[in-house]
């Protein structure tokens, strides 16, 4: 970003005394345009901006909207400048105005209703960036429920036939650039992951422990007739302080905004409940998101129907932006993919570092067959379900292959570092999947939702500058590390945090093969569900805790009082329980999971009979 504070006499000198309400919105920005201008922001400070807003309130044109097309289509860059006193007017949580309430009302329309994209340029803003030339671009690939077997490229020692069903070129392109993670590991559902990646904490002491509702204040935990789910943070993620039921945490990409980087969000955002500051990736660090909002999957991925934005039939799923491919054959994977090539241009032509978060919606349900791959697939005698399925995948590979050729192309490729990750194990449940259940990610256990590894385990490639040699690394790391490697990647050693200490490792040394192997052999990873996401309970699903040391792993069934203990590099697919007959180990890792979860203050579940919360795991008998 180049800001400074000038005055726009000594700046442009040949701009033409422009007044917006004789012209069309285009034109706002076609005369700045000529006149030399490299950006266009909007002024909405006191009563200027709502009179701006006056002259479109009662047009169907949407004045935000408009504006942002239109900065797209003449290569300018947007903005809104928000003065100071708009700031404390609309406050930060909720948009809960103190203010003019109809003046407010109306900020809240245009800022809520009338946007496509927004960049938060506040007024006071004085100084950016440069570039520092050794700041290396990067580029994040997470995948919505793709399971660890849902490529063409193993993670396990051998090719499977599910890995045969799967045609992922691109991810197979990418992993000979990359260190492939096999032992990789995120948490069992969506939100709980997405908050450690950007906060760098484990879910257990985050506390954001399931999938959050886009209503606020809303549990999405599934009744028990046993147990009572704790009071987990059910708004999800938070930047601003006294946010009831939210993590209050420093978010990376804040971190990199601020040492220079444009930050850019496309796709799925799920953070944070709306109306609450986590709902927008805008407040977590982003300068630029599209189609990121409060829900957790689309309502379609078709934009003949306009991704659900359909009058009287649209819901809390339908996928928000994205106007310029309603009524058309663009399916949704596509369209993001075509948005997130449209938001690094910018930057590659001004030679800014950025940070792409590319969040594509696939291949989370519903599960609805890319129409460009589906029929080879079912020529393979794949079901309609699966066919579909495997469709969606591919469209995701085809997505990420353009993104890393349009790299390759401007020259860039080489400078920037890649991760592809999923956000948790690969559905395993009828009627979504076929076949029979928890069969979907063999030779792992059960699928997502659940502590088993089907739930847990997923790909993970990086791709460091100037990478171009494969290597497998068997270390087991979880998805929280990917904050603290981000930001050594990028060469940001000093920063602020609210957050006191991130419970993520770097990865760096990994990756260059410089680590000490007895640090990474003891380190122990931890997981805590003690909530009820689905009915009925399923294997490792529903009130589990979950601890992996080397090649052990030990979880606790809270609803059962039971522990089970796995060499998972002898048994992957968990079927031989040696808890009764390792009792030793057993009791060491039951300890060390309980000392943890005390240290975090991890949440437990509570009898409904009594209200007392269950045992700590160190507590069951063996």
Request: aromatic share 10%.
């Amino acid at each position: 970003m180049y800001y400074k504070k000038i005055q726009l006499n000594s700046f442009l000198t040949n701009i033409p005394n422009i007044k917006p309400m004789q012209l069309d919105v285009e034109q706002w920005v076609i005369k700045p345009k000529e006149a030399g201008a490299k950006f266009t922001s909007i002024i909405a400070t006191h009563e200027t901006g709502c009179a701006l807003y006056l002259g479109w309130a009662k047009s169907k044109q949407a004045l935000v909207g408009d504006f942002m097309i239109a900065c797209r289509k003449h290569n300018s860059r947007p903005g809104i400048n928000l003065g100071i006193r708009w700031i404390t007017y609309l406050g930060i949580q909720d948009f809960k105005a103190i203010g003019t309430k109809s003046l407010i009302s109306m900020l809240m329309t245009l800022f809520k209703n009338k946007s496509t994209l927004f960049m938060l340029l506040m007024a006071c803003t004085q100084l950016g960036w440069a570039q520092q030339q050794d700041q290396p671009n990067i580029v994040v690939f997470f995948v919505d429920d793709l399971g660890w077997q849902d490529t063409s490229e193993p993670f396990y020692k051998e090719k499977t036939s599910i890995n045969k069903r799967f045609h992922t070129p691109h991810i197979e392109a990418l992993a000979r650039d990359a260190v492939k993670f096999t032992d990789a590991y995120a948490t069992p559902v969506c939100t709980p992951s997405r908050v450690s990646f950007l906060t760098g904490l484990n879910a257990a002491h985050h506390k954001v422990t399931n999938w959050t509702n886009p209503k606020a204040n809303t549990p999405t935990d599934n009744s028990d007739e046993l147990l009572t789910p704790p009071d987990w943070n059910i708004n999800g993620l938070s930047p601003i302080a006294n946010v009831p039921k939210t993590i209050h945490a420093t978010p990376f990409p804040s971190i990199l905004k601020d040492h220079g980087y444009h930050t850019i969000h496309i796709g799925k955002a799920h953070w944070g409940s709306a109306g609450t500051p986590g709902a927008s990736p805008l407040n977590l660090g982003f300068m630029v998101n599209v189609a990121g909002h409060a829900a957790g999957h689309p309502q379609n991925y078709y934009g003949e129907k306009n991704y659900g934005n359909i009058s009287g039939k649209a819901s809390y799923q339908a996928v928000p932006d994205l106007m310029e491919y309603h009524g058309t054959a663009t399916f949704l994977t596509e369209a993001l993919t075509q948005e997130a090539l449209k938001a690094i241009k910018e930057p590659i032509k001004r030679k800014e570092p950025f940070f792409l978060h590319f969040s594509n919606y696939a291949v989370h349900v519903p599960i609805q067959p890319d129409p460009r791959f589906v029929q080879k697939y079912l020529e393979m005698g794949l079901d309609s379900t699966e066919a579909a399925y495997s469709s969606l995948v591919e469209g995701y590979d085809k997505s990420m292959g353009d993104i890393v050729q349009f790299l390759k192309n401007q020259g860039v490729y080489d400078q920037t570092i890649i991760v592809f990750i999923s956000d948790n194990g690969g559905l395993s449940l009828q009627p979504m999947r076929t076949g029979s259940n928890h069969t979907q990610n063999l030779p792992l256990k059960a699928g997502k939702g659940s502590l088993y590894e089907g739930g847990i385990r997923v790909p993970l490639l990086i791709k460091s500058i100037g990478q171009h040699q494969p290597k497998v690394n068997h270390t087991p790391v979880i998805i929280e590390d990917l904050f603290p490697t981000i930001l050594d990647l990028a060469k940001i050693k000093q920063y602020d945090l609210i957050q006191q200490k991130l419970d993520g490792q770097s990865l760096v040394g990994l990756l260059s093969d410089r680590h000490e192997n007895e640090h990474w052999e003891n380190r122990s990873l931890i997981w805590n569900i003690p909530n009820k996401w689905t009915v009925p309970d399923g294997p490792g699903i529903n009130f589990f805790s979950a601890i992996r040391q080397g090649d052990y792993k030990l979880l606790y069934d809270m609803k059962n009082g039971k522990l089970e203990l796995y060499n998972l590099r002898d048994d992957i697919g968990e079927k031989n329980n040696l808890a009764s007959k390792m009792k030793r180990k057993t009791k060491d890792l039951s300890t060390l999971l309980s000392e943890q979860l005390k240290i975090w203050n991890a949440q437990l579940p509570t009898y409904k009979s009594n209200n007392a919360p269950v045992l700590y795991p160190d507590q069951i008998k063996l």
